[in-house]
């Protein structure tokens, strides 16, 4: 055998198949005869399926209602954990339809892989346990050209208890089959071509994008665009390509876009080496003159001074810059506030330092940033300026505090991440 084909042979693959991409009995057939072209080819294939359709909304709807409320999360997790549990089954079914040998993985098997604490509605996986078990019930079986499908999105906790993972569960499923079985690839076949330029609902032509980094990825995740969940990404093994194709292509090994790299399993705390000057320009309804706006920006841009962080209120606009060799753009910038009846006056606030905190789990942790306020209030550290944007918190300090509110910063977050 070439190398070329020993190679081909060799290939892993764990393939999800969104609720779009099983909707009905036409897009499951052609899901179902996609992944038996590859096993043909000689590829071992974990198969993920979340929930047909809109299956899991109206079990949702449905439990909510005719409970009136009044049901556990235990319960409900349950509940809607026959979902994906039904898809499973129907995908199985269809792949034997199709010639090709199969097995589905229930929660009540004494094989299931995907063991989570007990946050019924969105557990999290016990990461270490899970890998041991993909490696003894699942890698055995695509070894023999026998395909595993898996119901994503749900769990069992260690005492037999059912549970799901929340919005996004089924890329987290994906994602940890993947990494556990140190998969080729992840492919997520969706209802697109792949990651867009911009939301194909709002932009006429967006532009597919071949490639994106995950880090790239999480600021589009955050602006409420869900190619793959931001949750999820946690879990993205560095060295396995994530492809997002779509489902009318019909073919496994159709173009689409490849995601790159991984996140820390940490929240990093970043800060600039150098000090920053905080510049605020107030007046009367700044944000609705655009001419002001346009020309602070361009002598910014003129002068080659970056910007590490703009705000713009209805009656101020605050930029933060580098402290040094600004002197002549601080002179430039209140010419604008003299010149214009709607700006006021100009304030400088010097030596600041800019601290970065960005993690996924910012997001899923609750009260992080009261907690982080409140470590450097408790030691008499003034906060200049604090924002959230694309999983990451801006902080501006005194620059003389910056030592010590890393130190605070990287405690409290810490704490807050572990409860």
Aim: proline share 3%.
């Amino acid at each position: 055998m070439s190398p070329q084909k020993r190679k081909k042979f060799d290939r892993c693959i764990v393939v999800k198949f969104g609720g779009s991409s099983l909707a009905n009995k036409s897009k499951i057939d052609s899901a179902a005869k996609a992944v038996a072209k590859e096993v043909s080819n000689g590829t071992r294939i974990v198969v993920v399926v979340s929930a047909i359709g809109k299956t899991t909304d109206f079990l949702l709807d449905t439990t909510k209602q005719a409970c009136r409320g009044k049901i556990s999360d235990e319960e409900l997790d349950d509940i809607l954990s026959m979902g994906e549990r039904t898809s499973a089954r129907i995908f199985s079914a269809t792949l034997k339809a199709n010639g090709v040998k199969c097995f589905y993985l229930d929660p009540i098997d004494p094989g299931w892989p995907i063991i989570t604490d007990k946050s019924f509605n969105n557990a999290k996986p016990i990461l270490s346990v899970c890998e041991k078990l993909i490696k003894k019930h699942v890698l055995s079986s695509i070894g023999r050209n026998i395909v595993v499908v898996i119901p994503g999105f749900i769990g069992k906790t260690e005492d037999g208890k059912i549970t799901t993972l929340g919005r996004g569960g089924s890329d987290t499923t994906a994602l940890i089959v993947a990494r556990a079985l140190s998969a080729d690839q992840m492919i997520l076949v969706t209802n697109v071509d792949g990651i867009m330029s911009a939301d194909p609902k709002i932009i006429r032509k967006p532009q597919l994008l071949k490639e994106i980094h995950v880090n790239t990825l999480i600021g589009l995740t955050d602006s409420g665009t869900k190619f793959i969940h931001k949750k999820a990404l946690k879990y993205k093994d560095p060295s396995i390509e994530v492809k997002v194709i779509n489902n009318a292509s019909g073919d496994l090994e159709s173009d689409g876009t490849i995601v790159h790299g991984s996140l820390p399993n940490y929240m990093p705390v970043e800060m600039s080496t150098q000090a920053t000057t905080a510049v605020t320009i107030v007046g009367n309804a700044i944000s609705e003159s655009l001419q002001i706006l346009q020309e602070v920006l361009q002598k910014i841009n003129d002068a080659k001074v970056p910007i590490l962080g703009i705000f713009i209120d209805y009656n101020s606009l605050i930029l933060y810059l580098p402290g040094n060799g600004i002197d002549e753009l601080l002179e430039t910038l209140h010419s604008i506030v003299v010149a214009y009846d709607q700006t006021s006056a100009l304030a400088v606030k010097q030596n600041l330092a800019f601290i970065r905190v960005r993690g996924v789990g910012l997001e899923e942790t609750p009260g992080i940033i009261s907690r982080l306020a409140e470590s450097l209030y408790s030691a008499r550290i003034n906060i200049f300026g604090i924002f959230t944007i694309t999983s990451s918190v801006l902080v501006f300090v005194d620059f003389n505090d910056r030592e010590k509110a890393i130190k605070l910063i990287q405690k409290s977050i810490k704490v807050s991440v572990n409860d």
